[in-house]
């Protein structure tokens, strides 16, 4: 059971636009900024959006980030299949005095 | 670009001591904080610990105090060590840099990860 909550799938077509949630609660997201990471099949997460919404360099505009409250979400425009991955939402959280995880998203493009 | 790179034995008995070690390819090591992370497989990520750029260390609380990090700054490399394993440990391991600060900061980037299988 992770601290942070993210629907297990997720599916969407070529070109349309996708979004990925991610619930917590006052001593992780509500508090702290978050970030997401995606994980293509068989290699190592890589960085995708940090500190709510900012996009490292290389990092295409289709993606972006919001937080509101103790809720974040992770939206793709444009769908692209090299989109296929799983995403996951990363927050620090003040009584664990650590970072936490969500479950993972499996983003399917049709 | 600062490269990561994860080595250490991949099969480890239960009840043993994993080790492993995360190579830098830079001078940055003494300037940021490191994290240790895991993936059982099929499964999502798990938080192990962290190091700070001062060697102040934490762990998640759910490894039990199982979780010891350092810092070796001659050889440029982090470890990781987690004692009386067992199956429930084995994972792909990756070491990630914490770019910003502790509160507010990201994993990035990340190395490859090295699978560990705990198994007599």
């Known amino acids: ?110 | 670009q600062v490269l990561l790179q994860e080595s250490g034995p991949g099969l480890v008995k239960p009840s043993e001591t994993l080790s492993l070690t995360c190579t830098v390819s830079d001078a940055s090591i003494s300037t940021y904080h490191w994290s240790w992370i895991r993936q059982p497989p099929g499964k999502g990520l798990e938080w192990i610990g962290y190091i700070s750029d001062t060697g102040n260390a934490n762990q998640n609380p759910s490894l039990n105090s199982r979780v010891t990090i350092s810092v070796d700054t001659s050889k440029r490399q982090i470890s990781l060590k987690l004692k009386s394993v067992t199956a429930a440990d084995t994972a792909v391991y990756y070491c990630a840099r914490v770019t910003g600060s502790i509160w507010y900061g990201w994993f990035d980037p990340w190395g490859q990860g090295t699978l560990v299988t705990v198994s007599s």
């Open chain 1, 1 to 110: 059971q992770s601290v942070l909550t993210q629907p297990p799938s997720a599916s969407e077509t070529p070109g349309q636009r996708v979004t990925i949630s991610c619930s917590g609660s006052s001593s992780n997201i509500g508090s702290n900024t978050i970030n997401w990471y995606q994980q293509l099949p068989g290699t190592a997460p890589k960085l995708l959006i940090h500190s709510n919404n900012q996009r490292p360099s290389g990092v295409p505009d289709r993606f972006s980030g919001s937080k509101s409250g103790t809720s974040a979400s992770l939206a793709i425009s444009g769908l692209q299949s090299e989109d296929e991955a799983d995403y996951y939402c990363a927050a620090w959280d003040d009584s664990l005095n650590g970072w936490v995880f969500g479950g993972g998203t499996k983003l399917t493009v049709l």
